[in-house]
């Protein structure tokens, strides 16, 4: 059974998107940096950004039995944001397996900042998905280039944070489907930071923000936008396709 | 009998995308073949297809002042259908430009059929959008290539039509944003049928079938499309960009 | 006849890009049908094809150590022809390890037909790639829908293929870079025939014709096709990423 | 010096690309600050920038009759460079309807800096093309965000210049076909600076540096982006489209 994490017993099924927010959960148990700006853990501090949003909201985190992610669990995800950064090799094949073949079945999948070496992310992109870093409290301006998308509704030209890990360039991944934001760096360089990726019936947004020792998941902004990216994740998708042999629909 | 978009009080602002549906109306008051299929023009079958989604539906025609397009009007679409063929021409450059603004302003668009060559369509592509055609009542398959697409949501694999004009490749369009439908024809030629594109801050969307003299707007799944467009086109957008001169947000 | 590529004392290393014609080499060996049609196997069909376009070409087999792809022979290869189709499970982990990471670091790839399902391709694109099929000895026509791209060089507007395997949509890969050619099949399917994917330093051209038993490609046109391919493949790209911690540029 | 394209006797049709670099030509004239940098224009700075890359390079500029870009001159040109600023309004609509035509037609066109707002351009795009701009001598750093597009041969990860023009988003263009560049600027913004956009059978390159009062186009790495960009935009093309009424190729 998937308990509320909210206490709301008044969920509708057709009118709520079920999201569940995956989190490694390590970092804040055994680092106090971490633990002093997240001490619930990341999953929490995002699961409560978003409660005002009206979603279903579960959240799972790597020690639970299948890190959480049950059949039963998935099942009854819409949206799966994820995050993870020292464990990914901890996530053990089998639920990577289940969770890719959920995505591109059409559930939804937000991965954030360090999820972008995780074995999931890696597996659907087909590169290595590696890229620069910097720890150094930087600033970061995450700046619109898609004003048309619906994960921009409700932001300004920018989203400015004044402590961030630095992502760069070369970011190994096939061109996004969408280039949403761009993000620059104080130290001087610049990431693709939000990005999409269609993958069969499944919609994927990568979004770089969100290093454990900064505050990024109380920003607003930052959490519009993954409730924007939840609602557009969430938005129906087509049929199963049918592979395999086929006869022929006209006489040949 | 559809309603009109302005003054309705029945309008309730949050609730219902508001869609005005613009046709030339020429060929069904001249031409009996098509006065048959579509006796009180193709702006009207579409609006009838539209009603069950809940839609806010007005409807527009070429002969009209400022071709029903006034300000007043275009203030209150979210999203406007465009269905032109024998009078592009006719179309007034003033109202061109007024709808042009309002598109990249965050207007959803919705292109059919030989709406191709007309000059918003032209003006918002960049290219002529020239094609090739045939009247030869033959059988068009649809084929969904984005099924993670909303577009496509409640369709199957393909959508088959028993009878369309050929439109075929090259296309003169700049390669769009999202690939959603191609088109097979019985006489041998495909096309890029269901096609999205960005700009600025509006979503468009071409849809290749429609000519004038099949009843393909009575069929539910083109309507299907039609009404997925229009949600998918009035998603919620970014903030209007600023444009020019700018002081410097960091220290240079 | 075909020259070995490594020692060639005739190779120009500024002149002729270097091709490496990959065949798993077995049906033509078991099965009378395909050898009939292509008796020295279709690696030496497809070198005998590119002969006259200068290029230094050299071919390998599955039933070679290390499947004909050591080091060495990727290390002297600008551009790998793929065509397998009964044995992608007998090519070893080690093999498509090697070569993905050679396609990364910016060797050219070209995946013939069932190669649609090889380890590599699949790994390349992060998605299932499957797709329909049928063996009907169908008509197929490969419409060309960007015909600004240096594939398209030297062909009409069309390729005709009196008998070919129909591949139908949905085929499960990303949307492609670049989309040049769309299939078109007489019993009623369309495919996304030909597709341009780029990947870190890598750039890879699908190209969906050639099923064993048809002399696909002894076609002057396909040949041509594969021959523009190896040279957009083989055209220069950047330097190699570099990735991992990175000082600041600008002061933070 | 710069020869006469046409007649000149050394010119080898099947070797050397021919370019026609033009560029309005005022600011140089009137404005001391430009002439000090440029004496001889831009257009005669970048053609001697050019010159070791073997291409047959022309110039053209703005107060010629037709400009410069007498049908004589088109026909004898694979690839344009475009630089104008001040004078857009100037440049009359039958040379631009002429230029437009032969870039759908497969001439390449590379549009540097100010361009963007050239009619040319923005006829190409389909949108207003407007951006942000600030003239602060600021430090731009301009990432490669595609190392496996030909365009970026021989740079390393980035190229920097002391002194730019800003340019930031948002950049009012349709989503690149492939993204090369993002620029980084030191006051705060980024900017998609290096974009390649197909159009028929034309190929088009945008790069955003440039500004008359600096000395970008003696800087030996903005130079080969152009040179790099001159080959990829004058690579093999494909057949012109027919368009219009059309027979069946099947039984219909």
């Known amino acids: ?7 709301g017993k008044a969920y509708h099924e057709k009118r709520a998107i079920r999201v569940t927010v995956w989190n490694e959960y390590i970092a804040e148990k055994v680092n106090p940096e971490v633990a002093a700006v ?48 020292h464990a990914h090799t901890q996530v053990s094949d089998e639920v ?38 910097r720890e150094a409290k930087e600033r970061e301006r995450l700046w619109v280039v ?7 509704a409700g932001l300004g030209e920018y ?27 104080q130290g001087g360089e610049v990431f693709r930071s939000g990005c999409t990726f269609y993958r069969r019936q499944g919609k994927i947004f990568y979004f770089q923000p969100g290093h454990e020792t900064h505050p990024t ?10 409730a924007n990216a939840v609602h557009w994740a969430a938005s129906p998708h087509g049929a199963s396709p049918v592979f395999g042999n086929t006869a022929a629909l006209e006489q040949v």
Request: charged content about 15%.
């Open 38 to 85: 997240y001490p619930n853990g990341i999953h929490c501090a995002i699961a409560e950004g978003l409660a005002p949003y009206g979603f279903y909201i579960h959240t799972a985190v790597l020690e639970q039995p299948e890190h959480g992610l049950t059949p039963e669990v998935l099942n009854h995800t819409d949206v799966l944001i994820w995050w993870g950064h």
């Open 159 to 185: 989203i400015e944070l004044q402590e961030e890990e630095m992502y760069g360039e070369f970011f190994d991944i096939p061109a996004p489907d969408e280039l949403i934001f761009i993000g620059w760096f």
């Open 96 to 133: 990577v397996e289940r969770v890719y073949h959920k995505v591109l079945g059409g559930m939804g999948l937000i991965v954030l900042h360090s999820g972008h070496f995780s074995k999931l992310f890696g597996k659907l992109m087909g590169t290595t998905c590696q890229l620069k870093w």
């Open 1 to 7: 059974m998937i308990k509320a994490l909210i206490g």
């Open 146 to 152: 898609n004003p048309a998308h619906p994960i921009t």
């Open 217 to 226: 998941y109380y920003h607003k902004q930052i959490i519009r936008v993954i």
